[in-house]
């Protein structure tokens, strides 16, 4: 058994593993990655019952409890960082490091329903446009413009890699659900591990002055940052820089 400490990495919502991709090697020498795709999701477990966070949070236990895995270093992007802010919550979290952590709002409130229009908006653009996704995807103009509301630079995507997350977007069948959850990150203090709660400068859809100024307050202990020259999926836009904020958190 590898004597290096286990990171968990969790996608957002409408994604898969394959976010991680442009992050894992810069983590693999380092830690034992487990990289799962979020039940209800392309290419992961189906979803029994009502798509939530805290069901799609007790499926990763379950994982966690299969691969014998007590608390592990947890790290998560958008969905995923909502998800690793309540594994600590439960006790299975080392550390967290949330990048861009969905769920710091009041259910119902203009800054969700504004986000979830957003992500709504996207999913309909990637839906209309499905017939040419491959051909159009070769375009670096294209990637970056597409990809606008998630990343700064969707252009630095493969156009292999830009069609596949198209296709991850339009395969969730949990997508309407969860963007239409009246689920929200409830204060957590004192923290349970150390956290990392990490904001991308051009954030469009949980911009820092909004949903930063409420995870402030809600998780208060939380060590807050700013990822510069990044948009809502950092990964996309600068993957050593996420590599590093990780790492940071993650001893």
Not at 65 to 87: C, F, K, P, Q, Y
Not at 175 to 201: K, N, R, S
Not at 240 to 246: D, E, G, S, W
Request: charge should be neutral; include cysteine; charged fraction near 20%.
């Amino acid at each position: 058994m590898s004597e290096r400490p286990v990171l968990l990495l969790l996608h957002g919502v409408m994604m898969s593993s394959a976010a991680w991709d442009g992050v894992t090697p810069l983590l693999a020498d380092r830690y034992d990655l487990l990289t799962p795709t979020a039940a209800g999701h392309r290419g992961g477990p189906a979803l029994s019952g009502p798509a939530t966070v805290a069901a799609l949070t007790d499926a990763t236990e379950r994982l966690l409890d299969d691969r014998g895995h007590d608390r592990v270093h947890v790290a998560g992007n958008s969905l995923g960082g909502w998800m690793a802010v309540e594994l600590a919550r439960r006790g299975r979290a080392l550390s967290v490091c949330a990048l861009s952590p969905a769920g710091f709002w009041t259910p119902g409130s203009v800054e969700q329903n504004r986000s979830a229009r957003r992500l709504r908006f996207v999913r309909h653009l990637t839906r209309t446009s499905a017939p040419v996704t491959s051909l159009v995807m070769r375009s670096a103009t294209v990637r970056r413009l597409s990809m606008r509301d998630i990343a700064a630079h969707g252009d630095r995507l493969t156009p292999g890699a830009a069609t596949e997350a198209a296709a991850d977007l339009l395969g969730c069948p949990v997508a309407l659900d969860l963007l239409a959850t009246t689920e929200a990150i409830a204060p957590l203090d004192p923290l349970p591990c150390p956290v990392t709660i990490a904001w991308p400068e051009l954030d469009r859809i949980f911009p820092q002055s909004v949903n930063g100024v409420v995870a402030e307050r809600v998780v208060p202990g939380a060590r807050h940052v700013t990822l510069p020259g990044t948009g809502h999926v950092p990964m996309i836009d600068d993957p050593a820089l996420v590599a590093r904020v990780i790492s940071e958190t993650a001893v």
